[in-house]
């Protein structure tokens, strides 16, 4: 039995400072007439029974994708695990599944494999990961997590760490194998993003 659609809330994650796009928000970047996390959010839409948007600036153009869109409760961009807990204090479901904003053809089956492998593992996170050059590549901003893990990384935020794979190792995490690395690239550069149009 795999889990219920229902019971898992989607979480674009646009929070990020673009330093590598100078310092553009790039969730807000035109990707194929729509903003790149657009595409993100109709992509994890179908795969999930409702979605939220973590973003800290342009908050109104974030809030018109359909979506609430909740800041980091900690300042100064301490990374995507501000973001995660932003998701994990405002789900309202049993599981929480986080997708970054710059990576806009994610397998369209990601959630039901993550959530396969999470009941399967009995594991508390579910991590999406590819083999390049025969080599483990995890993509931890690509996961399916409990959301009672909100107080055990606000904590371990609070503790001054910032680390995804060190909060994450705190945890029973399992990894889930991907096919297609393709599908996992992220635009991080103007020039990632024209690479991603052709
Ligand atoms: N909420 C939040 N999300 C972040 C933060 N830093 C990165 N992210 C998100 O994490 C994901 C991957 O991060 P990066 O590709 O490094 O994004 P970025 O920080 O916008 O870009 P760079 O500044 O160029 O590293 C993206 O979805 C970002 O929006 C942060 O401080 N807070
Ligand atoms: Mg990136």
């Not at 800041?71 to 100064?76: M, N």
């Not at 990961?129 to 995890?138: C, I, K, N, S």
């Not at 001054?160 to 690395?181: C, I, N, Q, S, T």
Request: hydrophobic fraction near 45%.
């Amino acid at each position: 039995m795999t889990l219920l659609r229902e019971e898992i809330t989607g979480l674009v994650l646009a929070g990020g400072r673009g330093s590598r796009m100078g310092g553009a928000d790039k969730g807000l970047q035109n990707h194929r007439g729509l903003p790149l996390a657009l595409h993100a959010l109709l992509r994890l839409s179908p795969q999930v029974g409702g979605m939220m948007v973590n973003a800290n600036r342009n908050i109104a153009a974030y809030e018109a994708m359909g979506a609430p869109v909740w800041p980091d409760p900690l300042p100064d961009h301490p990374g995507p695990l501000a973001g995660l807990l932003a998701g994990l204090e405002h789900c309202e479901t049993a599981y929480l599944a986080s997708v970054p904003c710059d990576s806009p053809n994610f397998p369209p089956d990601l959630v039901e494999r993550l959530a396969e492998a999470l009941q399967r593992e009995d594991a508390d996170i579910a991590i999406a990961a590819t083999l390049e050059d025969g080599r483990l590549q995890r993509h931890p901003v690509f996961c399916l997590l409990k959301a009672g893990l909100a107080e055990s990384l606000r904590e371990f935020l609070h503790e001054g760490e910032r680390k995804v794979g060190l909060w994450m190792a705190r945890h029973r995490a399992v990894e889930v194998l991907f096919d297609d690395a393709a599908a996992f690239f992220n635009a991080n550069t103007a020039e990632d993003l024209r690479s991603l149009q052709r």
